[in-house]
C-alpha cells in the first residue's frame, strides 16, 4: 500500500488495499481509504485491516487526494480523469497525478505515461506530454501548460484566492 495524504486528522491512501496493483494495472482494483488517526502516536504500529476502511472503490489508479471545502477530490491516473465529490468527472487525455484546487480554478497535473502499453482500451488516444490542466469548472473549459519536466507528482497554490474569473488575481 502506497502512502496517502495526511489531511486533518484523516489519512487517505490509495490503490489497492491489499496485494501488488501493478501486476494487473488494467484492473479497476484501485481505492481510496479513510482511516482516523485521531488516537494514532507516531511510536505505536497502526494495524488495521484495510477492507473495513475503503470509501472509494473501482479505480483503475488513484493518486493525489484531497480535500477542498469538504469535498474529497483525487485523480483516477489511468483513466484520465478527476472526480471531485458532488460534481461530474473532469475527463482529460493523459495520466493525471497531481491536484490543487481554489474556489473557481482546478489545477491537475498531467505525466508522461511511462508504460504506454497499458493505456486502457477505452481510450483512442493517449495525450504524451507533461504539465498542468488549468479547469474552471463553472465554464468547464481548461488550458494546458506544457512544462519541461515529464513527471508531475504534486501541485501547490500560492495564492488561495487565485481566480481565472477575477483575471487571475
Same mark, same amino acid.
Given at each position: 500500500?502506497?502512502?496517502?495524504?495526511?489531511?486533518? /486528522?484523516?489519512?487517505?491512501?490509495?490503490?489497492?488495499?491489499?496485494?501488488?496493483? @501493478? &501486476?494487473?494495472?488494467?484492473? *479497476? #482494483?484501485?481505492? =481510496?481509504?479513510?482511516?482516523?488517526l485521531a488516537d494514532?502516536?507516531?511510536?505505536?504500529?497502526?494495524?488495521?485491516?484495510?477492507?473495513?476502511?475503503?470509501?472509494?472503490?473501482?479505480?483503475?489508479?488513484?493518486?493525489?487526494?484531497? /480535500?477542498?471545502?469538504?469535498?474529497?477530490?483525487?485523480?483516477?491516473?489511468?483513466? @484520465? &480523469?478527476?472526480?471531485?465529490? *458532488? #460534481?461530474?468527472? =473532469?475527463?482529460?487525455?493523459?495520466?493525471?497525478?497531481?491536484?490543487?484546487?481554489?474556489?473557481?480554478?482546478?489545477?491537475?497535473?498531467?505525466?508522461?505515461?511511462?508504460?504506454?502499453?497499458?493505456?486502457?482500451?477505452?481510450?483512442?488516444?493517449?495525450?504524451?506530454?507533461?504539465?498542468?490542466?488549468?479547469?474552471?469548472?463553472?465554464?468547464?473549459?481548461?488550458?494546458?501548460?506544457?512544462?519541461?519536466?515529464?513527471?508531475?507528482?504534486?501541485?501547490?497554490?500560492?495564492?488561495?484566492?487565485?481566480?481565472?474569473?477575477?483575471?487571475?488575481?
Open positions: 500500500m502506497t502512502f496517502g495524504w495526511l489531511i486533518t /486528522r484523516y489519512m487517505y491512501p490509495c490503490f489497492l488495499p491489499m496485494g501488488e496493483w @501493478y &501486476r494487473t494495472p488494467m484492473d *479497476k #482494483n484501485g481505492a =481510496i481509504l479513510k482511516i482516523d494514532f502516536q507516531p511510536t505505536q504500529h497502526l494495524d488495521i485491516d484495510p477492507t473495513h476502511h475503503v470509501i472509494v472503490n473501482g479505480l483503475y489508479m488513484p493518486h493525489t487526494v484531497i /480535500r477542498h471545502n469538504e469535498r474529497l477530490a483525487y485523480c483516477d491516473s489511468m483513466a @484520465y &480523469r478527476v472526480e471531485i465529490e *458532488k #460534481n461530474a468527472p =473532469i475527463q482529460l487525455q493523459g495520466f493525471t497525478r497531481g491536484l490543487a484546487m481554489t474556489d473557481d480554478t482546478i489545477f491537475i497535473g498531467q505525466s508522461r505515461m511511462r508504460h504506454v502499453l497499458r493505456i486502457p482500451h477505452a481510450f483512442s488516444n493517449c495525450c504524451l506530454d507533461g504539465g498542468i490542466h488549468v479547469y474552471n469548472s463553472t465554464y468547464r473549459i481548461s488550458r494546458f501548460v506544457s512544462l519541461p519536466a515529464q513527471q508531475v507528482y504534486q501541485i501547490l497554490v500560492l495564492d488561495q484566492d487565485f481566480s481565472l474569473e477575477r483575471g487571475g488575481n
